[in-house]
T-cell receptor
Framework: SQQGEEDPQALSIQEGENATMNCSYK?????LQWYRQNSGRGLVHLIL?????REKHSGRLRVTLDTSKKSSSLLITASRAADTASYFCAIHGGSNYKLTFGKGTLLTVNP | DVKVTQSSRYLVKRTGEKVFLECVQD?????MFWYRQDPGLGLRLIYFSYDVKMKEKGDIPEGYSVSREKKERFSLILESASTNQTSMYLC???????????FGDGTRLSIL
């Protein structure tokens, strides 16, 4: 299966701290994407990293990709209560149109 | 901004009913997707469409069908609703070439 698996399943931190979430996968990929989902809402795309890229930044987000270890990490710096959400990695691994989502990490940022 | 609109946020239906979930996007995207999301199982792809009148099965198409008569609209149909189809249903759209997907806010469907 190409499904990404996030780790940890849940993470609770204080405002101002950094949050790191990891994603592992089993097959080769074209790209890997991270999404956020607030409770009861749809998913929102955060960042896309291609298989030939090692690191990308977007505001307080930093994503790394290690294709030799088949893993990616999402770092949120200086977290805020508004960052409380579930975070999903999604794998695009082939020539079709599909993204395969992991089960997500639930991040709680306490004020 | 891309807007993906799902017709209902909450829907309650009875077993055996034919149920229609509608999704409309306003950005002329070629690709559209239907997922269901269940606790502990994450998002699972039901069907997707890469063009008008074109569709492909996802990972869990059994009990569902889809219709895409116009580019902006993608409908999910539960032919004969069953209680195990109680779930959150999410629609998404994207440009081709594996660009990011844009999601609607979901329809929480309960089958009684």
């Amino acid at each position: 299966s190409q499904q990404g698996e996030e780790d940890p399943q849940a993470l609770s931190i204080q405002e101002g701290e950094n949050a790191t979430m990891n994603c592992s996968y089993k097959t080769s990929i074209n790209n890997l994407q991270w999404y956020r989902q607030n409770s009861g809402r749809g998913l929102v795309h955060l960042i896309l990293i291609r298989s030939n890229e090692r690191e990308k930044h977007s505001g307080r987000l930093r994503v790394t990709l290690d294709t030799s270890k088949k893993s990616s990490s999402l770092l949120i710096t200086a977290s805020r209560a508004a960052d409380t959400a579930s975070y999903f990695c999604a794998i695009h691994g082939g020539s079709n149109y599909k993204l395969t989502f992991g089960k997500g990490t639930l991040l709680t940022v306490n004020p | 901004d891309v807007k993906v609109t799902q017709s209902s946020r909450y829907l309650v239906k009875r077993t055996g009913e034919k149920v229609f979930l509608e999704c409309v996007q306003d950005m002329d995207h070629e690709n559209m997707f239907w997922y269901r999301q269940d606790p502990g199982l994450g998002l699972r792809l039901i069907y997707f469409s890469y063009d008008v009148k074109m569709k492909e099965k996802g990972d869990i198409p059994e009990g569902y069908s889809v219709s895409r008569e116009k580019k902006e609209r993608f409908s999910l149909i539960l032919e004969s609703a069953s209680t195990n189809q109680t779930s959150m249903y999410l629609c998404a759209s994207s440009l081709p070439q594996n660009k990011p997907q844009h999601f609607g806010d979901g329809t929480r469907l309960s089958i009684l």
